[in-house]
């Protein structure tokens, strides 16, 4: 269709320039007979009253010079043929010539203009279907990004918070640039690298950091590049992409995203899956086949790892799988320097601390806070980046704007302060609950009203005890609803939901169940995979015991409230009134010893001088669960 239209244009083009052409001769002969040609009645006017001397006929043309020597020029009506007796008349000499033919420009134009005309329209034609025909051809044709004279100018200095994987690929890179000292012992460099991990950790910006320090030629594309809706095109790029990769060996060919085209095979029944089947196939043999590709190191990355194809993981291959992390403590803070390195910081800023209050963040997380930090700061006329606007930052990030146009009515308010007072404050008696660092009940994101928890340093598992004691907190908002106000609300639904789950998971996955002992059941289907054949028997059992695990956490919590109801209702009245409580706050209003705002106005919420602390995700009333404890 678009061929078409393009050889429509064409022909309009060319039409409208032959037509313009023609218009321009035709209003030069006009003008000419216009600025010589005299009226007709006055020649004859002239002749009758014997001005005329001398004329010279011409067809319809009538040249002739007056008695005073003037010349003229008219033409002749159509069948008008009693002038020559007028002339005759009045002894006017009479010339005669042959009609000339018209001008040779007006001659070659109306010769030689349709054929020349036909011409251009024939090349112009050729043309456009010699560009849909590179088209057709260059469908099937890898349309990888090739970077040799502009090779990534990203290096192992720009990658932060992965030194041990940064250890793991600078062999690769030093096989690149010296491989006679490998192959001179045998070695042989691996051939494929995987990097596996979770989206935002790095894996991509790892990859050019490779091809920056190695100095060779980089190819990166997509495995969504590679498959298409018809049959033979995916193979056919992958072979395609190969021989690129050959012609500039030794040379690094990144695939991003490679589960799109190296699925676990065997699951397809139509066309789509076995056109993919048949593309990771030629990979496979492109890889380590017959016709090795030597010089050619493949890099892909992935954060499904599990649901790839096996032959595709082997060694001769991918022979390594390296799994990238989320950055520890110490990395937060290098990643952060390297994104506020350009950006101008204030003297108040202290980066360590945000660091440590973001566990479980990537870099591409760290990244954007930083970046929102830098529009908050613009937006606010501020000269430099300030911690107010990093801390502002990081809640957007993390919990989402406030809805400072959602407005609760009294009830609603006291409702969400006694819920938040409640997590706040049976985290801060339970002694394996993280430390609480923010309570607020303004309402953001999805949630009415947050409690922020922030643990002592990153946690990679987790004990027994202190599930448990989670679970409580969780429970804590609508224990003191109970309580306090001798009622419930649906603000607990997401606590309830996230308290089960980790109940269950404590139960059927990790073993933490007297009664069931160490087993683990998958009792639904999970990334496509069906769940394991469980008896009955087995489920109730499950259920029963995820019950009492929740009955006696929430009995818990009852507990230590009802004890504890003085210092609730001193931190409920605290919210009230300030609406955001920093963690030295809550310590004052829990034992009855914070100024009302009447007397003290209150920091901005979430600029407690330099304590500045949250865990990712680790919000009570509102977010999801850790995503630790649902790995």
């Known amino acids: 269709m678009d061929k078409v239209k393009e050889i429509v244009k064409s022909i309009a083009l060319w039409l409208s320039i032959a037509l313009l052409i023609i218009l321009a001769f035709n209003f030069l002969n006009a003008n000419q007979v216009r600025n010589h040609a005299e009226p007709f009645s006055t020649f004859v006017k002239q002749v009758e009253q014997g001005h005329v001397k001398e004329v010279t006929i011409q067809g319809q043309r009538v040249i002739g010079v007056t008695i005073d020597g003037k010349p003229f020029e008219t033409y002749l009506p159509p069948g008008y043929n009693d002038i020559i007796t007028k002339l005759q008349k009045k002894g006017v000499e009479i010339n005669v010539k042959p009609q000339e033919g018209s001008p040779w420009y007006i001659t070659i134009l109306v010769s030689w203009l349709p054929m020349i005309f036909l011409i251009l329209l024939w090349i112009s034609m050729m043309r456009q279907m010699s560009a849909g025909s590179n088209k057709a051809l260059s469908f099937a044709k890898s349309r990888a990004k090739i970077f040799i004279d502009n090779k990534p100018k990203v290096t192992f200095k720009d990658v932060a918070g992965i030194d041990e994987v940064k250890e793991e690929v600078s062999e690769i890179v030093d096989f690149l640039k010296n491989p006679r000292k490998y192959q001179q012992l045998g070695g042989r460099i691996p051939k494929g690298v995987l990097l596996a991990g979770a989206p935002g950790t790095g894996k991509t910006l790892l990859a050019k950091a490779i091809a920056g320090e190695a100095n060779v030629p980089f190819l990166s594309v997509s495995g969504s590049e590679f498959v298409e809706m018809f049959v033979g095109v995916g193979a056919s790029r992958v072979r395609d992409l190969f021989e690129q990769a050959k012609r500039h060996a030794p040379c690094i060919v990144f695939i991003d995203e490679i589960d799109a085209v190296g699925r676990r095979r065997g699951g397809g029944f139509t066309g789509g899956h076995d056109e993919r089947e048949q593309t990771l196939n030629q990979l496979l043999v492109e890889m380590d086949g017959f016709e090795s590709s030597e010089g050619i190191i493949v890099i892909a990355a992935t954060n499904r790892p599990d649901i790839l194809d096996p032959a595709l993981l082997r060694p001769g291959r991918f022979d390594r799988q390296i799994f990238v992390p989320l950055p520890d403590v110490k990395g937060r803070l290098e990643i952060l320097k390297i994104h506020t390195k350009d950006k101008p910081l204030a003297e108040d800023v202290d980066l360590e601390v945000i660091a440590r209050s973001t566990p479980g963040f990537s870099g591409a997380d760290l990244a ?264």
Not at 540 to 567: G, H, P, Q, W
Not at 600 to 610: F, H, K, L, V
């Open 368 to 631: 954007n806070i930083v970046n929102e930090a830098a529009l908050i700061a613009a937006r606010k006329n501020h000269g430099k980046i300030t911690m107010e606007d990093l801390e502002e930052a990081k809640d957007k990030v993390t919990m989402g704007i406030e809805r400072k146009s959602m407005v609760l009515s009294e009830q609603e308010k006291i409702t969400t302060a006694y819920h938040e007072a409640g997590h706040a404050l049976v985290a801060k008696l339970l002694p394996n609950a993280d430390k609480v660092h923010k309570v607020t009940i303004i309402p953001r994101g999805k949630a009415l009203g947050i409690t922020q928890q922030l643990p002592e340093e990153d946690r990679y598992t987790y004990t027994k005890d202190y599930l448990l004691d989670k679970l409580c907190v969780l429970f804590g908002g609508r224990v003191a609803e109970e309580l306090a106000l001798g009622t419930i609300s649906t603000g607990a639904g997401n606590d309830i939901e996230r308290a089960t789950e980790i109940a269950r998971k404590m139960v059927a996955e990790w073993g933490m169940s007297d009664r069931i002992g160490p087993i683990a059941v998958k009792t639904k289907e999970q990334f496509g995979e069906p769940a394991e054949m469980v008896s009955e028997d087995m489920k109730r059992l499950i259920d029963k015991e995820v019950k009492r695990i929740i009955k006696e956490a929430y009995e818990k919590t009852k507990e230590i409230l009802s004890s504890n109801m003085e210092k609730l209702e001193n931190l409920a009245k605290a919210l009230l009134d300030r609406e955001t409580l920093t963690g030295e706050e809550i310590d004052l209003a829990i034992k009855g010893e914070l100024p009302s705002r009447d007397t003290e106005p209150p920091a901005s919420p979430g600029t407690s001088g330099g304590e500045k602390k949250k865990e990712k995700n680790e919000e009570i009333g509102g977010l999801g669960l850790n995503p630790q404890l649902e790995a």
